[in-house]
């Protein structure tokens, strides 16, 4: 990963979730190995802080909730929630699912200080998919439930949020998903024009790339308050690509915004959010830190070669 010049000006907190134990900053961390054999250097950054999803289930005290996908900031800039989606089931004696443990979540942050404080964790029963959003008021979010074929209505009463309703859509079944897909709710627009390209990967003067590998997996954006950076999770290069966009006006006038630096993070980073400052960027990351968990972390490299 390539030293980020916004460094000086972002604190970088990552939500990270998944089997990792929560883990202080330090400079000299040393790196983290991941399945693979490759390593990343999530506690490079200054400031960065780690916090895992736990849902507090009753009988499952230390569960880490999986697959964060999605982040959204409240209108009023004090209030983060994170969404997950996928896997979060857990087994019950006979080796069946469990339904009272086996969910999706939206883990709601206090934001208003400098370190993010968990505040709340809300259940979606049993499936949720990506969608996030705030009414702009900021007195209501929804949750699309994929499968379920609906929309999850959460309200604050007393302090607290709590699921108010649920709307359905109606689709019994039966639409014009691609492919033949069902369609599913994930708040996805399509447009079909491509009005400009830009690259996420490291900038020349950082890595040649002479070989021109791709693979970075651009897959969430969040644009700077002040709309002169964007910021790209990069799944498949555990990094947050810091692109320049210029002063306001400057890409109708032919100016280019391109990638400046990048920022390391945990493995796989889903989404990217900036608070209402812009000091301070919020990243979730779908996959682990590998643990001592052998049976779940697959060695690719011994395993590459007992195949050959």
């Not at 997950?84 to 208003?112: H, I, K």
Request: proline share 8%; hydrophobic share 40%.
């Amino acid at each position: 990963m390539c030293p980020c010049p916004c460094w000086s000006r972002l604190r970088l907190t990552t939500i990270a979730f998944a089997c990792m134990a929560t883990l202080a900053h330090s400079q000299n961390a040393a790196p983290e190995v991941l399945p693979m054999g490759m390593t990343i250097t999530p506690l490079l950054p200054p400031g960065v802080v780690f916090q895992t999803l736990n849902p507090g289930l009753p009988t499952l005290l230390d569960f880490k909730a999986g697959m964060a996908v999605t982040l959204a900031i409240s209108p009023s800039g004090n209030t983060l929630l994170a969404l997950t989606s996928g896997f979060n089931q857990n087994r019950d004696t006979n080796g069946n699912v469990d339904p009272a443990t086996s969910n999706e979540y939206v883990v709601v942050y206090d934001v208003s200080r400098a370190r993010p404080v968990q505040t709340q964790v809300l259940e979606i029963k049993t499936n949720a998919f990506d969608g996030l959003v705030w009414r702009p008021d900021g007195r209501e979010f929804y949750v699309s439930g994929g499968p379920d074929d609906l929309i999850h209505v959460f309200v604050e009463q007393g302090g607290k949020w709590t699921e108010s309703s649920s709307v359905p859509l109606n689709h019994n079944g039966v639409g014009l998903g691609l492919y033949g897909i069902l369609p599913v709710v994930a708040g996805l627009d399509v447009t079909n024009k491509i009005v400009a390209e830009i690259d996420s990967i490291a900038p020349p003067e950082v890595f040649r790339n002479p070989a021109r590998y791709k693979g970075a997996g651009p897959n969430s954006l969040a644009l700077s308050p002040d709309e002169k950076w964007l910021y790209v999770t990069n799944g498949g290069t555990n990094s947050v690509s810091v692109i320049s966009l210029g002063e306001a006006g400057d890409a109708r006038e032919g100016a280019t915004p391109r990638t400046v630096g990048l920022i390391p993070t945990a493995w796989y980073p889903n989404a990217v959010a900036a608070s209402r400052d812009g000091s301070v960027l919020y990243v979730v990351n779908g996959k682990s830190i590998p643990g001592a968990n052998s049976k779940a972390c697959i060695d690719a490299a011994s395993r590459y070669h007992r195949l050959r």
